[in-house]
């Protein structure tokens, strides 16, 4: 069994806890209008984007491009530097990481660093093919986190053959929570997008979102991209909007947070006190 | 003089060879090479050859275009825009006024006709310009094509180049004919440029005087005043176009028009709104030259 260093669990716990904290209060001022519709909270997927950047900074990865799609916040609140530009942006300002333009679907980090979070153009699953594309251009490392629907995706499909034709240095990460909107896995095909991506080829794996087993697989393949983790999660909310369909089978959260035992109930309360804070300044400098 | 396909194939090659350019495409390096217009060099050397995938391939080529490549997209029929059309339109004229982050692609769209199917018939750049962000030009000689290439090179954004099989063996250029006091003023787009220029010839011969200008760049549409001038002074214009004319370019050119000269008898006259198949009994084609004459003759009648 992985045993994972307990700083590094308890830096991935902070940053989840601020990522869902975050999104906590998004929703807030989404029931009442501050926010703007339509808003993708990540609430139950809030870890994996901390796991995975811990990880790449143990394994010494420190330039790399990330592609995601909607429901990307934390990843935005995981590697940009400036949350309040994405308060700003979920509220339609122009002072947001992307003028207006993004919204909550179509984030990007623009700041020129090592670590470069792109656009989405808000049809599921095209940042696939372009992922597989910059990975093979520049051969720089791409992270390329997707869904379980994006992946059905003709073009996404295509891609992943591309990927594995040309050995382009990328991990697929799909966070797959067994819904499209509402519409389950079951329903929508009766295959499996690891045994496709393994048929090609390509390392895939299936496994479930505790951040050791994360970063032990992450580990074992990375020195063998393109590479594929499916990973089995929970969406607490909506697809769409601040409200809850059904209560998450497993919290993962709450998981990590007896891993690491007391020191989460403080750890908690700091960060809910930090990200209280932020929204207020940044609702405060928009006149909110 | 060198032809549009040697004029092609030689920037292609400086751009591969000397820039880090790359150039993307299915089956370019099979049999013929594109019409002459790819360089014969490998995938090391740039050329990276494309899955069967019309609606990944566009992707990859705007992830390569993010990374600072300079891609060129070659699309062999314009008909395979139908889905390649996706990424290009939806990402890459779109990047960089949502994420301030240009994504330069130069896409060569190849359009032919003549009992080739109802897929690699015509031309589709109106299709193109209907979306935002994206520059669309239509060359037909070396120097067109050469300063399309060169504003791609100048500018970050994704370039639509209309380009047609036609073109590839023409090897000189094409000058605008203005005369004082014209009754019709011809403007060609496209392969139907060549068809305008012997309607234009035709019509100058029966004493109607007849301007004729060349339209390369479709998107933005900038009329210069010679061609302004020459509509205000014409009974008629008529433009002619090698795209579809239903909600096409030559519609939405003569509506501009109309407004920039409060001239009413400007027409589009292009492909006409049926499927082409694989028989010279079921083309459609880019308006002959005779037919432009007598279109503009009926016109004149009215």
Known sequence: MYIMDKDVLIKIFTQSVFNREFEFLAAEYNKTGVVRNP????????????????????LNIIKYNIFAQHRCHS???????????LIYELCGSSLGCNGGYGGSA??????????????????????????????????????????????????ALGAFGYAITKKAPILFICEDNGLSVLTETKTRRSWNIFDVTQSMGIQSVDIDDKPQTIASYIKNGINNLPYFINIRCQRHMWHAGHGV???????????IAQEIGDISKIITQEQKNIVKNIWKQSLTQLGK | METVADTIREITKKHLLESNGLLYGQCVTAVGWI????PELTEKDGIVELPTSDSSNPAIVCGAALMGRRPIYVIRYQGFMCYNAVTLLNYAAKSKTLWNEPCPVFIRSIAMEGSIGPVASNSNHSMII???????IAPMTPLEWTNGWNYFLRHDDPIYCSEHRKSFTIDYEMSNIIHENPVVTIIGIS????EAIEATKQLNHKNIKTNLFHQVWLKPFKPSNDLLLSIKSSRITIIVDSGFQ???????????????????????????????????????????????????IERLKK
């Open chain 1, 39 to 58: 808003i993708y909270l990540s609430v139950g997927t809030e870890h994996i984007s901390p796991t995975i950047k811990e990880t790449f900074k143990e």
């Open chain 1, 75 to 85: 990843i935005y609140l995981t590697f940009a530097d400036k949350p309040e530009k």
């Open chain 1, 106 to 155: 179509s984030l990007s980090h623009t700041k020129n660093t090592n670590i470069k979070m792109w656009g989405h153009s808000g049809l599921l699953g095209d940042q696939i093919p372009i992922a597989v594309g910059a990975a093979h251009a520049s051969n720089i490392p791409v992270i390329c986190i997707c869904g379980d629907a994006a992946v059905e995706e003709d073009y």
């Open chain 1, 245 to 255: 369909d059904n209560p998450p089978k497993w919290n993962t959260l709450s998981i």
């Open chain 2, 35 to 38: 019409g002459g217009t790819v």
């Open chain 2, 130 to 136: 209907h979306h935002p962000g994206m520059p669309v």
């Open chain 2, 191 to 194: 392969n139907g440029r060549i």
């Open chain 2, 246 to 296: 239903t909600c096409g370019i030559s519609e939405s050119i003569a509506y501009n028009l109309i407004h920039m000269t409060n001239s009413n008898s400007i027409y589009a006259f292009a492909i006409a709104d049926k499927t082409a198949g694989f028989s010279t009994e079921t083309d459609n084609l880019t308006p002959s030259s005779l037919q432009i004459f007598n279109f503009a």
